[in-house]
């Protein structure tokens, strides 16, 4: 069985067999519902196609509703990763996905944009904190020295949606238009919306708290990874690094990392609610090629976000990682904006931009816990997810606009290109020897410290 991660990271054998063993039991399954996850959020950029006449839905209206689910969300991340703190991961994890589910099958029964507006908004609700949820849980198994490529394991599940998501639902729309008197659109939300709610039983058979309960593990193995994640929250205590919820709510540097996560999800999600409407404007009118065409970016993406993970990590190196990628995804989408003229040339700079902004938030989200410890942790992860998931509603909505008023969406490609600029300055920005790169080095099993920042 190939391994996660390289001999290289640990200290021995055995401490690499057990993150190994660990990572095989928790990812996969961690990252089928996350792209369950991801498919339930932007599915509705394929259901436009053909919805918006059968409701009449404008463009602007489908921007508004596709952002207004974030309204949703970020209103109760913060609550709702306090509360997965409370009652468990196994129980919390499991009450999200089914009730997302159950919300994103009743899509099918829509008959106006005011419905279509409702249903976005109680999503986004249902679904707070599943990704700052499933982050946080992931930090009660990996030390720092894995966190950027276990990120990068578990958001490469967004370009696999987008992967997959395009053909399937390009087939399930084509295929299944008129079946039992049913639109395509209306097949697309019940069969991509059912898998949430078998995801969500399944979580709570499958899923155990923490390594502390969970019984697959040995003894050995416990002993491994309980006492390192113990000792590493110990020394971030020690180095002053907050555990209150008030430190994370007052931490200049958190707030740096929540406001660049706004800039590059806006990027993301922009691209990907979009991509569908850009492809055709591109010239690709049939659905299901529509769907195969839209799988480029996604796979082009799933190889960056791996490459760069391994590299932050192996060069314990954020900073520059995530600037990097940020412009480059900026750069991508001015590409994108400006060679429409040339469709290859304008699907390749697409690729750029999304690939770079998945790239760059992969290692971003590795910080957050170098500067958190409990409570603070748990909230520090759902305000940073909160306040960038505000870019998920800002960004297709302000691209809804420019469609609407133009025909184009060459405007707000350039909004979104430039937020990410300002998001990859403002990284820049963080102060030398910050306890996030210090905190990189933390002396856990047999590292030594080292001072400064890459």
Not at 182 to 197: H, K, M, N, Y
Not at 257 to 272: D, K, P, R, V
Request: proline share 4%; net charge positive.
């Amino acid at each position: 069985m190939a391994n996660f991660f390289s001999r290289a990271s640990f200290g021995s054998n055995d401490e690499a067999a057990t993150y190994n063993r660990a990572a095989w039991r928790l990812i996969p399954f961690l990252l089928i519902l996350y792209i369950i996850s991801f498919l339930d959020r932007v599915n509705v950029g394929f259901a436009k196609l053909q919805m918006s006449a059968d409701i009449g839905l404008s463009d602007a209206v489908f921007g508004l509703g596709a952002g207004i689910f974030f309204i949703g969300y970020a209103a109760c991340e913060i609550p709702s990763n306090l509360l997965l703190q409370r009652f468990g991961a196994r129980f919390w994890i499991a009450r999200i996905l089914v009730v997302w589910g159950i919300i994103s099958v009743s899509f099918m029964f829509i008959t106006t944009p005011a419905q279509f507006l409702t249903l976005r908004f109680l999503l986004g609700i249902a679904e707070a904190g599943f990704y700052p949820g499933i982050v946080l849980y992931l930090t009660y198994w990996f030390p720092g020295k894995l966190r950027s490529q276990v990120c990068a394991l578990f958001f490469i599940g967004i370009p696999i949606a987008g992967f997959i998501g395009g053909p399937l639902s390009g087939f399930i729309m084509k295929s299944m238009a008129g079946v039992s008197g049913f639109s395509g659109w209306q097949w697309l939300f019940l069969l991509e919306g059912t898998p949430a709610i078998i995801g969500g039983v399944a979580t709570y058979f499958y899923l155990s708290n923490g390594p502390a309960d969970a019984q697959w593990l040995t003894a050995k193995e416990r002993n491994i990874i309980v006492p390192a994640l113990q000792a590493e929250e110990a020394a971030h205590r020690a180095m002053g690094h907050g555990h209150r919820l008030i430190d994370a709510l007052t931490s200049p540097k958190l707030w740096i990392l929540a406001i660049s996560n706004f800039t590059l999800l806006g990027g993301i999600y922009g691209i990907s609610f979009w991509l569908p409407q850009i492809v055709k404007d591109l010239g690709v009118q049939d659905v299901f090629l529509n769907g195969l065409v839209t799988c480029i970016p996604f796979a082009v993406s799933c190889v960056a976000m791996i490459l760069v993970g391994r590299s932050s990590d192996r060069t314990r190196e954020r900073k520059w990682h995530i600037v990097i990628c940020a412009t480059i995804g900026a750069l991508g989408l001015v590409g994108g904006a400006t060679l429409t003229g040339v469709p290859a040339l304008s699907l390749a700079s697409i690729s750029l931009a999304l690939a770079g902004a998945l790239a760059s938030i992969t290692v971003l989200w590795a910080l957050p816990n170098s500067l958190l410890t409990g409570a603070a942790a748990a909230g520090g992860l759902a305000l940073m997810a909160t306040i960038g998931n505000l870019g998920g509603y800002a960004a297709p909505y302000v691209l809804g606009l420019a469609r609407q008023a133009t025909g184009r969406l060459d405007f707000g490609f350039y909004v979104m290109s430039a937020a990410m600029i300002v998001g990859a300055l403002l990284v820049h920005l963080l102060p030398r020897n910050a306890s996030i790169d210090e905190a990189e080095h933390i002396p856990v099993l047999t590292e030594s410290p080292a001072v400064g920042v890459r």
